[in-house]
């Protein structure tokens, strides 16, 4: 069946109009403008026509919005159609979440009223769908992702524009007095990672992007290594625009593989170019039966473990650290029903997706806040100001409970707004992600002690 995209609707104007539809909105907070100026649109039925036209065009979600003063107006955005990192299934499920809340009415009477944007993995996307947040005078950003904080991060915090959920994708996310991050991004990933490869890996190889960014990678997989009485990782360098790894993954199984009485252990922290590299790894492993890889699931998820060979790929008897429980747990029930009701067949959503996974998280913390402001104004500034006084939000056992104190426990280390370190440890039986570890390790203490300069 055909599903409803938000970006062949904005280009169909891009074609009748030749340019992209605009809004004329001031950058400030929420005001009352933007309901006059709807009630003004009802006195023209053309009008009106032409309006409902352009909201469209623009990525409001027809069935999703409300004409009445009481709509509550969010954003999600995300790369699509890249060739690159790509996540449609976050304003996907975002969009399944807006039609049941409004099935049912909407959260104390408000409905929600989704707009979405394509950041297009670019710096210059990102920042533009921050811009139109702002034009569209949306009371939060939800559940998105872009590897651009620098760029979009500005306009938010201009215009006091909350960024619930986010995916961790970089570390303004952990620093913007904006921000409200649902999990601990790659810093706890790559540190439980380490403490979760201490007991079974012999010598572990860590092959990551000779960058700034991936300057700091060694430290957080040493930090749980070193925790847990492990050596550190050998740092293995790789340029960051190759297009072949034959060399480098040969490379790192000749280190990992040097001792023939432990299993070593390949970490691949490529980005994007993961993939490309465990092409090569998977290649070059023939020869050393011992070696097996190691993964954070902003790398690996149940999607590339299938596309990669599910049991007999390289990622079998792989460890996998992730922020929440595993798709199968029960605690993701809910969440499938939801998608089952209001996105049945739309294959863009994957339950297994962490992207999907944080996405849901996000909203049911702008649905805690909504609950709380009640019959109060909701605003940019409501919004961000329920978060801040204290609220804790309960995700019914997928994170722990979750708040945002002006200063959190990781400001020490940079990470003030990092409020969640939780990393559950997965592995892959059989082709399939399974839980490996009883309950989440707490990663607080770890990043507290490790040298992130």
């Not at 400030?28 to 053309?46: C, F, G």
């Amino acid at each position: 069946m055909g599903h409803f995209r938000v970006s062949d609707v904005t280009e169909s104007c891009v074609s009748m109009t030749g340019r992209r539809p605009t809004s004329s909105s001031t950058h400030n907070s929420i005001r009352p403008a933007a309901h006059r100026r709807v009630r003004a649109a009802a006195l023209s039925a053309v009008a009106m026509t032409a309006c409902a036209s352009l909201a469209a065009g623009c990525g409001v979600v027809p069935g999703l919005s409300t004409s009445t003063d009481d709509s509550v107006k969010v954003m999600t955005w995300a790369p699509q159609g890249t060739s690159a990192t790509n996540k449609p299934g976050m304003p996907a499920i975002a969009s399944a979440y807006v039609k049941w809340v409004n099935s049912q009415g909407g959260i104390r009477g408000h409905k929600l009223e989704l707009v979405t944007c394509n950041d297009h993995n670019s710096s210059v996307g990102a920042a533009n769908c921050a811009q139109r947040a702002v034009d569209e005078n949306v009371v939060a950003v939800v559940g998105s992702y872009s590897q651009f904080g620098d760029s979009y991060f500005a306009p938010l915090e201009g215009a006091a524009i909350p960024y619930i959920g986010g995916y961790g994708a970089s570390n303004e996310e952990f620093t913007s007095p904006v921000s409200y991050p649902v999990n601990g991004g790659s810093l706890t990933l790559l540190a439980g990672l380490g403490e979760a490869l201490a007991d079974s890996c012999g010598i572990v190889t860590l092959v990551r992007p000779d960058t700034i960014a991936g300057d700091q990678l060694p430290q957080l997989l040493d930090s749980g290594l070193q925790a847990a009485g492990h050596a550190k990782a050998i740092d293995q360098l790789a340029a960051e625009d190759l297009t072949e790894y034959d060399q480098q993954s040969q490379k790192a199984l000749q280190s990992a593989g040097s001792d023939s009485g432990k299993t070593g252990c390949v970490v691949p922290e490529l980005g994007d170019r993961t993939t490309t590299f465990m092409d090569s790894f998977q290649r070059a492993r023939k020869g050393y039966p011992t070696v097996k890889t190691a993964a954070e699931i902003g790398s690996v998820d149940q999607t590339v473990i299938n596309s990669t060979g599910g049991a007999g790929g390289p990622y079998e008897g792989s460890y996998i650290t992730g922020w929440y429980p595993v798709a199968s747990d029960s605690r993701w029930n809910e969440m499938k029903k939801v998608i089952s009701k209001e996105a049945f067949g739309d294959n863009r959503i994957d339950p297994a997706d962490a992207g999907v996974q944080t996405t849901w998280i996000a909203y049911q913390v702008l649905t805690a806040v909504l609950e709380k402001i009640g019959d109060g104004e909701v605003s940019a500034d409501s919004v961000r100001h329920t978060l801040n006084d204290g609220l804790k939000v309960s995700t019914g056992g997928l994170t722990p409970s979750l708040s945002w104190p002006y200063q959190g426990k990781l400001a020490a280390s940079g990470f003030a707004r990092l409020v969640n370190a939780d990393v559950n440890v997965q592995t892959v039986r059989s082709g399939l992600l399974e839980s490996a570890n009883k309950q989440a390790l707490d990663m607080t203490e770890i990043l507290e002690n490790a040298d992130l300069s």
